[in-house]
């Protein structure tokens, strides 16, 4: 099933509420939250304070995408303040198997993200414990990137291994997702499909919401 999980880091803060809400009504089913530490990114955002204050204006799940260092420290905090789905990145854990128990024992859906030069093959060992993997089309730090093509095939190889080993985790992509490249990664097997500047862009939220869906579901395979 094709989701969208609009990335409200594009999104008017001064009237988070009201964007969020239009988004919902564009058809957006997730709600993704860009958690940065000015460290692992060159980028500072928002922290479990966030995601508690969004949590009474929707019933869409939260997702909460760490780009920090430790984030075994964080988890408990963003599971606390209403995250329904946290995803840390490889690149940051030394024992990334046990940090995705971690977030399954705080009752979050557990997801791995990896950034463009990261192999999918180092997820291997850890992707019958995901809910999620998070392929990075972007190098994780700012929204309104270009889209690196790369990460097409690596949505490929995903979907294909899934198939091999008889699981049933769902992929993600982030990062410069737009109406001009939706179908590419639809087409390699993407189904959640983060967009920030897509979805905010010129005050046209709900609009741009709809269109993007409707040209990201024309794309997908049949079945
Ligand atoms: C980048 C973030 C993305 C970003 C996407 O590090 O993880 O979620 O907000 O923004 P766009 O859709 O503008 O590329
Ligand atoms: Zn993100």
Not at 87 to 92: F, I, K, L, M
């Amino acid at each position: 099933m094709i989701e969208l999980a609009f990335s409200i880091l594009a999104s008017d803060f001064a009237h988070l509420a009201d964007e969020v809400a239009a988004a919902e009504r564009g058809g957006g089913t997730i709600v993704h939250i860009d958690v940065m530490d000015g460290h692992f990114v060159p980028n500072i955002t928002f922290g479990p304070p966030m995601v508690k204050a969004l949590r009474p204006i929707t019933k869409l799940p939260l997702d909460c995408h760490l780009m920090i260092e430790d984030p075994d420290d964080y988890i408990p905090a963003f599971a606390q303040a209403g995250a329904n789905m946290i995803s840390v990145h490889q690149e940051v854990c030394r024992n990334l198997h046990r940090t995705l128990q971690h977030i399954a024992e705080h009752k979050a859906l557990p997801g791995v993200v990896i950034n463009p030069a990261t192999p999918v093959d180092t997820l291997v060992e850890v992707l019958p414990m995901v809910h999620f993997v998070l392929v990075m089309s972007v190098n994780s730090g700012f929204g309104g990137q270009q889209f690196l093509p790369l990460a097409v095939d690596k949505i490929a190889h995903l979907a294909r291994l899934r198939k091999q080993m008889g699981l049933n985790f769902r992929i993600e992509v982030d990062g410069g997702v737009a109406l001009d490249t939706v179908a590419s990664v639809v087409q390699a097997g993407a189904e959640m499909l983060v967009a920030g500047s897509a979805v905010f862009e010129k005050g046209r939220t709900e609009q741009n919401a709809v269109e993007l869906l409707r040209v990201a579901r024309a794309a997908a395979p049949a079945g």
